[in-house]
């Protein structure tokens, strides 16, 4: 079975402050992760993904995630939020076995940035 | 490019009607998923589609249903619907290859009342 966790389902921060979105995956084989932020009323945009080869993978719009096999996790980080960075944001795990793939996303995180 | 593009924006219908919502992937892409997103319910998966063939779907009653059409675009039609079926469906495509990402369309807001 495949799931992704996200924990935390609302995430205020102050503007310039840092933020981390936490995200923990489970699945019994390898997997490629991807983080999507989704803007009010619009579809979902991918920010980052991992695929394989360097852990630390940097995206767009200055947001990094670190993909960390032992915890099962991908975390994403921005060392310093903008207001226009008030989104929802989901981490999502893809897994592909004899040729099927199974996507999973997580249950969203909404990051508010307070001026 | 092209992005991904989905029709109608927005769709309003009674309960027990049926609604048809179409999806144009970027060019080249050949895998097409749907996606359910209701108020405080995320992301949930609805189909996938891969070459003309469905290759999956989610946890969904069979009223929804779709296909996809040899130039790759695709359609979803939801009978019977409820006032619980009023939700955000998003499209995506992909170019059906191990590990890519997917592409989102702007979505179809759909309201049953």
């Known amino acids: 079975a495949q799931s992704v966790t996200q924990l935390d389902s609302q995430v205020p921060v102050f503007e310039e402050a840092p933020v981390e979105l936490r995200c923990n995956y489970s699945s019994s084989v390898s997997v490629y992760l991807f983080w999507y932020v989704q803007y009010p009323n619009q579809g979902l945009q991918l920010l980052l993904k991992?695929?394989?080869?360097?852990?630390l993978v940097k995206g767009i719009n200055g947001f990094e995630a670190e993909f960390n096999k032992s915890q099962t996790s991908f975390h994403l980080r921005k060392p310093s939020v903008h207001i226009s960075d008030t989104a929802e944001y989901f981490c999502a795990v893809t897994r592909t076995t004899g040729g099927y793939q199974k996507v999973t996303f997580g249950t969203g995180t909404k990051l508010q940035v307070i001026p | 490019e092209a992005g991904v593009t989905q029709s109608p924006t927005h769709l309003i219908k009674t309960r027990g009607q049926q609604a048809t919502l179409r999806c144009s992937p970027i060019s080249g892409h050949t895998s097409v998923y749907w996606y359910q997103q209701a108020l405080g319910l995320g992301l949930q998966f609805l189909l996938w589609y891969d070459e003309g063939e469905e290759r999956n779907r989610g946890n969904f009653p069979p009223r929804f249903s779709g296909r996809q059409f040899p130039n790759y675009s695709s359609e979803l039609n939801v009978n019977a619907l409820e006032l619980e079926d009023s939700a955000l469906y998003l499209c995506?495509?992909?170019?059906?290859?191990?590990?890519?990402?997917?592409?989102f369309g702007p979505g179809t807001r759909l309201t049953v009342t």
């Open positions: 991992y695929l394989s080869g360097s852990t």
């Open positions: 995506a495509s992909s170019p059906g290859e191990a590990g890519r990402e997917q592409y």
